[in-house]
């Protein structure tokens, strides 16, 4: 019987019997799009803030990653909920452009981290729940660790809008530092990465906490993603387990029946 085709991203699902169901539809559109976007932001951050428009382009590619990050979740209710949850953090980016009130500000970012957050569940549940690795768990893993980062960059901004003396700036002019832009890129990246160069120094009791548990996710994100991919790339898949069984059932037969005909003599 001939096989039918699989939609590219799917979620297979196995009966207790080893027989595969109808495959659940997990992401509609690639990841590697969403991926690229994402190292688009971060490469061409460090040369916006001395630019007169910088802000404008920033706020432009903050709004593509928002929503290259809602097109990368799966239909139905999960597609909703992203829609639901982006929609106050794109149309916030652009309120805070045009102005720039601390409440505009505070209600644009808590609304940009929670969808964030939602999206890196859903990343890591399609890198969990992925019956194989190839190409699009690979874009997700990357992405779910870069899009981490952003997310961290985002509460060290707010933080440091609430409360400019959070961090201390010990390279440099102190009086032109803010923790904003690629600067808190910069330090998401560094504190995620567990590098630390102490240019840049967490003083207040919620900017340490924030850095001591992005310090930490980051660790566990790493060595629980490369022990997830490498069960992933050793584990066969429920169909190729099946198709094992029925090679070695048949074999067993043949084996059987050889040692039959040799214990029975000829007539």
């Not at 928002?66 to 097109?71: G, I, K, N, T």
């Not at 779910?144 to 960059?153: I, M, N, P, R, V």
């Amino acid at each position: 019987m001939p096989q039918t085709a699989q939609p590219k991203h799917v979620e297979m699902h196995t009966s207790p019997q080893g027989t595969q169901r109808r495959p659940k539809p997990v992401f509609r559109f690639s990841v590697g799009y969403f991926l690229g976007v994402l190292v688009l932001n971060i490469l061409i951050s460090p040369f916006l803030d001395p630019l007169r428009g910088g802000i404008l382009i920033e706020t432009t590619l903050m709004t593509l990653v928002l929503l290259f990050a809602v097109l990368s979740i799966a239909g139905g209710r999960r597609a909703l909920v992203g829609v639901v949850l982006v929609a106050p953090a794109a149309l916030g980016e652009w309120l805070s452009f045009w102005r720039p009130e601390m409440l505009i500000y505070v209600m644009t970012r808590g609304a940009g981290l929670l969808f964030i957050g939602f999206v890196v569940v859903e990343l890591l549940r399609f890198i969990v729940y992925a019956p194989r690795v190839d190409s699009e768990v690979l874009c997700a893993a990357v992405a779910g660790y870069l899009l981490s980062g952003l997310a961290w960059s985002l509460a060290y901004t707010l933080l440091g809008r609430l409360d400019p003396n959070s961090f201390v700036f010990t390279l440099g002019p102190k009086s032109t530092e803010s923790m904003k832009g690629f600067t808190a890129l910069y330090f998401s990246f560094i504190t995620l990465s567990t590098v630390g160069y102490g240019d840049i120094v967490p003083v207040s009791g919620p900017a340490r906490m924030l850095a001591m548990v992005e310090a930490m996710f980051g660790m566990f994100y790493v060595t629980l993603l490369i022990a997830r991919l490498v069960s992933l790339y050793s584990s066969k898949s429920p169909l190729e387990a099946v198709n094992g069984e029925k090679i070695a059932g048949k074999k067993r037969i043949r084996s059987e029946n050889s040692q039959t005909s040799s214990n029975n003599p000829e007539e």
